[in-house]
C-alpha cells in the first residue's frame, strides 16, 4: 500500500484519503475511484488527490475488518456490517460481557493497522449493547497480516456473553432499633432493580433480629421452602467486623462454608460470601442498600450469569476495584484522556413525523423546496457539510418520499416504525444505530428549521469538544433553548429508553451534566410546522 498524492488521470483504482465535496455531490473517504469519479473530479477542476495506491495482495479496510471479525468465536454475540473500516459487536441477550485479555492484547500487536477494543472484563450489559469494535487504520492492509490476525483467532475464545438466567432470591434482613424500617423498605425495592435485568424475582423478604441464632435457623428454615432459592442474600443491620461476627457465624453454624469475607473493592469492602447445600449466600455490605454500582454488584452479576465465584476471584478485583471516585461506569472509549480534536461526533437528523399541523392529506413539510430543494434534503447537505460524522437519518411518515429526495447523499437511513407515537420513539430509533455507538457525541438536528446552516453546527460540535466531550450543548437564541443539540455519551442509554412523544429534556435537567448554551441566532427557534410558516420562510409546498 502507498500513500501519495497523484494526477486525478492517474488515480484509477486507488483509494481516496480525504472526502471531497463536489457540486454534483460527496466523495467519501475510502472510495475507490472509478473512471466516472475521475470524470467527475475532473469537470469540477479538481487536478490532483491524496490517495492510496493497492499493491498485490492487499484489502480494503472493510474487507479486512470483515474477515478478523468473522474469525471470532461468537456466543451471544452478533456483528455488524462492516464500515469504515470497522467492524462493531454486539450483545444479543442481557448478561456479563466476558473477556480473554491475553488473546485480545496478542491481536493488537499482531500489526498498528489492525485494532481491537472491547469493555471490560465481566461488565454487565443488556441485549444490543455494543461490546467490541474492530477497527483498521489505514484505508488498506496486507492480506498476510490478516491472516496472521485471522489464525491467532482460530479455536480461541476471545469474548462471550454469558447469559444472566433467572433466580429465585431469598431476602432475610436482620434489625436492630436503630434502623429505620423505611431503609429496610427501600433495601428490597433496590434489590428487586437490581435483579431485573437478569428476570430474576425475590421469592420473599424475612426480617429476623439482628442475632446468629436467629440468623442461622432462618438460612436453614429459608433452604428448607417448598420453592427453594436459588441465592440467599442477608442485608444485617450492622457491619460485619470480623470472620466470627453473626452473618459468616451463622452460614457456618447452618452447615455451610465460607469462601470469604471482604473484598478489595470501595465500596463494598464489607460483603460476606459463602454457600449452604450448594446455594450461594451474600452477605451484603451496606453500601449495596445505594444504587450506585459497588463490589455487591460485582458478585451478585457473576452468581446471575451462572458463575460462582472464589476467593481467588474476589482477591483479584483490587484493580480497578476503586468504584467512589469514578463518576460513571461503564464507559468504554472514555473521551476525558483524547485531545478535543479526536472527539467524535455523530450527526441525527429526525425525519419520521407526520406534520399533523400541515392539514389532513396535506403536503408534507420536508418536501416543500427551498432553493428548488427539499427542505428534508436541504438539512442533510448543511449536516452532511459540517464536522458531524457519521450521519443517520431517521425515517418514518411518508418514508419512500423522503428517503428518495435523499437519494445519492451515501446517508444511513433507520426507519422508525412506531412514528406515530411521537419523538420519543424515533430518537430511540437514530440512539440505537450501531453507526452512531461508538461517538463520543450525537448531534440531534430537526429535519424543518431550514434556518440552520453547517457554521452553526460546526459551533455547536465546538463548543462540545471544548468542554471535553462531557457537556450536553444546546442551540438557543434570545435566553430561550432551541435546536439543535448535542448529547454526550453518558446520555445514550438513558435515551434508548425513552417512550412516546418525549424528547429529551427531562433527560437533559436531570443529567446532573453541565449545559453549554450557544445563540445561533433566530435560527435556533424556526422550524416550518404549518403551510404558513414553510411559506414565510421562503418555501415552496409540493404535493
Not at 475488518?65 to 442481557?94: C, K, P, Q
Request: net charge negative.
Amino acid at each position: 500500500m502507498q500513500f501519495c498524492n497523484l494526477e486525478i488521470e492517474e488515480a484509477v483504482g486507488c483509494v481516496l484519503v480525504h472526502s471531497i465535496r463536489l457540486p454534483s455531490g460527496r466523495f467519501a473517504k475510502g472510495t475507490v475511484l472509478s473512471t466516472e469519479h475521475i470524470e467527475a473530479l475532473a469537470a469540477a477542476g479538481t487536478e490532483q488527490v491524496t490517495v492510496v495506491r493497492l499493491e498485490d495482495g492487499d484489502m480494503l479496510e472493510d474487507e479486512a475488518a470483515a474477515a478478523i471479525a468473522a474469525a471470532f468465536f461468537l456466543d451471544a454475540i452478533r456483528l455488524s456490517d462492516a464500515a469504515t473500516g470497522r467492524v462493531n459487536l454486539h450483545a444479543t441477550a442481557s448478561g456479563l460481557f466476558v473477556v480473554d485479555r491475553d488473546i485480545v492484547d496478542a491481536l493488537n500487536r499482531v500489526d498498528p493497522a489492525i485494532t481491537l477494543a472491547t469493555l471490560a472484563d465481566h461488565a454487565p450489559v443488556q441485549a444490543g449493547d455494543m461490546v467490541a469494535t474492530v477497527k483498521i487504520i489505514p484505508l488498506a492492509v496486507s492480506g498476510a497480516t490478516v491472516e496472521a490476525a485471522v489464525d491467532l483467532l482460530k479455536g480461541r475464545k476471545a469474548f462471550s456473553v454469558r447469559p444472566f438466567r433467572p433466580c429465585k432470591v431469598l431476602l432475610i434482613a436482620t434489625e436492630l432499633p436503630a434502623l429505620k424500617t423505611s431503609v429496610m423498605d427501600r433495601t428490597a425495592k433496590l434489590l428487586q432493580r437490581r435483579l431485573d435485568p437478569s428476570e430474576s424475582r425475590l421469592i420473599e423478604e424475612l426480617r429476623i433480629p439482628h442475632d446468629q441464632n436467629r440468623l442461622t435457623e432462618a438460612l436453614v428454615e429459608g433452604l428448607a421452602r417448598p420453592e427453594q432459592p436459588d441465592l440467599m442474600i442477608v442485608f444485617g443491620a450492622s457491619a460485619v467486623a470480623d470472620p466470627q461476627d453473626v452473618i459468616p457465624a451463622a452460614i457456618r453454624a447452618a452447615g455451610g462454608t465460607v469462601e470469604h469475607v471482604g473484598m478489595p473493592v470501595d465500596p463494598g469492602n464489607l460483603l460476606i460470601l459463602g454457600q449452604i447445600d450448594d446455594v450461594p449466600v451474600i452477605g451484603a455490605p451496606g453500601c449495596a442498600r445505594s444504587p450506585k454500582e459497588n463490589g455487591f454488584d460485582w458478585i451478585l452479576n457473576r452468581i446471575l450469569a451462572g458463575e460462582r465465584p472464589t476467593r481467588h476471584d474476589i482477591t483479584g478485583m483490587g484493580v480497578g476495584g476503586l468504584l467512589m471516585e469514578i463518576a460513571s461506569r461503564p464507559l468504554p472509549r472514555e473521551a476525558a484522556d483524547r485531545p478535543p480534536s479526536a472527539l467524535r461526533v455523530g450527526g441525527l437528523l429526525l425525519a419520521a413525523g407526520q406534520a399533523r399541523r400541515m392539514g389532513e392529506g396535506g403536503p408534507h413539510k420536508l418536501l416543500a423546496e427551498f432553493e428548488g430543494v427539499p427542505l428534508v434534503r436541504r438539512s442533510a447537505e448543511v449536516l452532511q457539510a459540517s464536522q458531524a460524522e457519521p450521519l443517520v437519518v431517521v425515517s418514518g411518515h411518508r418514508r419512500d418520499e423522503i428517503e428518495a429526495a435523499l437519494s445519492g447523499l451515501g446517508l444511513t437511513f433507520r426507519f422508525n416504525p412506531e412514528y406515530s407515537s411521537g419523538l420519543g420513539s424515533s430518537l430511540v430509533s437514530g440512539f440505537s444505530a450501531p453507526e452512531l455507538g461508538g461517538c463520543d457525541g450525537v448531534l440531534v438536528m430537526l429535519a424543518d428549521m431550514p434556518g440552520v446552516t453547517t457554521a452553526h453546527i460546526d459551533q455547536l460540535i465546538g463548543a462540545f469538544r471544548e468542554s471535553g466531550g462531557h457537556a450536553i450543548v444546546r442551540a438557543t437564541y434570545q435566553g430561550k433553548r432551541g435546536n439543535p443539540i448535542i448529547l454526550p455519551r453518558a446520555t445514550f442509554g438513558a435515551v434508548r429508553k425513552l417512550e412516546g412523544d418525549v424528547g429529551a429534556r427531562a433527560i437533559i435537567e436531570s443529567s446532573g451534566l453541565p449545559i453549554v448554551e450557544i445563540d445561533i441566532g433566530p435560527a435556533a427557534h424556526l422550524d416550518v410546522d404549518t403551510p404558513e410558516a414553510v411559506t414565510a420562510a421562503g418555501g415552496i409546498l409540493k404535493e
